[in-house]
């Protein structure tokens, strides 16, 4: 994350990025809605948290631990007086988040196209799952032209105006194909990935193989 990025987090449910965010919030929120029906309550990191706008919209059994390696996030959402919100944790990389498991689930809103070396992410990601563990994952969608345009216009204007670039933000770049096959190669099963309305962002889901 580039150090001025984080004005970014505020942003988020904002018209217009609402249009961008709120889909994925809504997808989120009947994931993780399936999720609470599994048992009392399940245990979910969140990863790279933000500034954790779906909280309103997730059910009220979870247990949440939020990481992020920007203690700026960490120390707001420590602020935050919720009963889900179990733990906030900065760590340093992602070999920090295997002591904190298992988890019935994780989660990482527009995280992934932020790692370079994300296979080894995945990897570790998936380690933190109990087995039978669920994985949800949002990212921009490059498959599709849309989203790289308005990201070198009107977007890069905006960032500029407020101290920062885009250009170099998002060094892993993921479509429909790669993001299903980034997946698979993280060794999880019952894989899916949809585009979003507008066609600007990819969810994918996947659960970790039981036994």
């Known amino acids: 994350m580039q150090p001025d990025y984080f004005v970014n987090h505020p942003r988020a449910a904002k018209f217009p990025w609402s249009l961008y965010h709120r889909p994925l919030e809504r997808h989120l929120a009947e994931f993780l809605g399936q999720l609470a029906r599994t048992g009392p309550s399940p245990r979910v990191l969140v990863v790279g948290g933000g500034y954790l706008h779906e909280l309103p919209e997730l059910p009220a059994n979870l247990r949440l631990t939020a990481v992020d390696i920007d203690a700026r996030?960490?120390?707001?959402?420590?602020?935050?007086?919720?009963?889900?919100?179990?733990?906030?944790?900065?760590?340093?990389?992602?070999?920090?988040?295997?002591?904190?498991?298992?988890?019935?689930?994780?989660?990482?809103k527009e995280v992934i196209e932020h790692i370079v070396e994300i296979d080894a992410y995945m990897e570790v990601l998936a380690s933190v799952l109990k087995p039978g563990g669920l994985l949800w994952v949002s990212t921009p969608n490059y498959g599709d032209p849309w989203l790289p345009l308005i990201e070198s216009t009107v977007l890069e204007v905006i960032a500029r105006l407020s101290g920062y670039s885009r250009r170099h933000i998002h060094p892993t770049r993921?479509?429909?194909?790669?993001?299903?096959?980034?997946?698979?190669?993280?060794?999880?099963e019952s894989i899916q990935v949809v585009r979003t309305p507008f066609r600007l962002a990819l969810v994918g889901t996947a659960r970790k193989p039981p036994g």
Request: charged share 30%; aromatic share 6%; glycine share 10%.
């Open 174 to 188: 993921f479509g429909l194909e790669t993001l299903r096959a980034l997946l698979d190669r993280s060794g999880l």
């Open 73 to 108: 996030v960490t120390a707001h959402l420590q602020k935050i007086e919720d009963p889900r919100l179990e733990r906030c944790v900065t760590i340093r990389g992602p070999e920090d988040l295997r002591a904190l498991g298992p988890f019935d689930a994780v989660y990482g």
